[in-house]
């Protein structure tokens, strides 16, 4: 297993344009998260998933955001008629049960979406 | 509610130790995080403290955590050049973590 991979690794799009990406987790994490981070700021949750239940969204996630882990394994996260204030690097992490302690998170290279 | 405040910049030279500070608002928080990110890529898990604990070392890495004060610091013994990135300390918050704003380290030789 080599870690958390995400693709693309860098994603350019004309604003209205829908964007997809993709997360593959480590394989027996049953959690998996998505952050996006944007210049000069820390890391801000969007949403997480334990198996394939999305158990929690953060106000961050507008409408035209939607995540999935369909079948527990690896996740997508859609932007629809994306916005130039959509531009940021987006995380993927994922763990076993809470990531307490020595289990963290494991975090992806992220995705980075630029909107011109 | 929850919020990591951390100073944004810090200048040291090769061989000092360096100090990262953090403040964190969530009293409930089980364990705090320190993670390393280089330019262009993710986060790297460095160390983390348990919040029974006041201090952790590891090699290089000394985590001091003031529970009283929701103060925690990383000190970083004979800083390298590869230790320049930014560092993040986050609380584990209900079900997720919650990151500072990062702390830019510079190492200058």
């Known amino acids: 297993d080599t870690g958390v991979s995400q693709n693309p690794r860098h994603k350019i799009t004309k604003r209205g344009q829908n964007v997809t990406f993709r997360c593959d987790p480590i394989s027996e994490h049953n959690r998996l998260y998505w952050y996006r981070q944007t210049l000069g700021q820390g890391p801000e949750f969007l949403t997480y998933?334990?198996?394939?239940?999305?158990?929690?969204k953060s106000r961050l996630l507008s409408d035209r955001f939607s995540a999935e882990r369909p079948k527990g394994s690896f996740s997508t996260l859609e932007i629809q008629r994306t916005e130039q204030g959509d531009s940021a690097m987006y995380l993927c992490a994922s763990s076993l049960e809470a990531g307490l302690g020595d289990y963290g998170y494991t975090f992806g290279s992220g995705t980075r979406l630029t909107v011109v | 509610g929850e919020d990591v405040e951390q100073s944004l910049f810090l200048s040291v030279r090769e061989g000092d130790s360096s100090v990262i500070n953090c403040t964190y608002t969530?009293?409930?928080?089980?364990?705090l995080y320190w993670y390393k990110q280089e330019p262009g890529a993710g986060l790297q898990l460095l160390t983390y403290?348990?919040?029974?604990?006041d201090m952790k070392q590891d090699q290089r890495l000394t985590v001091l955590l003031n529970k009283k004060d929701k103060h925690l610091s990383l000190r970083i013994a004979d800083t390298q050049t590869g230790d320049s990135a930014i560092y993040f300390c986050a609380e584990s918050g209900t079900d997720k973590l919650i990151f500072g704003t990062g702390t830019r380290l510079q190492v200058f030789p």
């Open positions: 969530d009293s409930s928080s089980t364990y």
């Open positions: 403290i348990f919040s029974n604990m």
């Open positions: 998933f334990q198996n394939e239940a999305q158990l929690e």
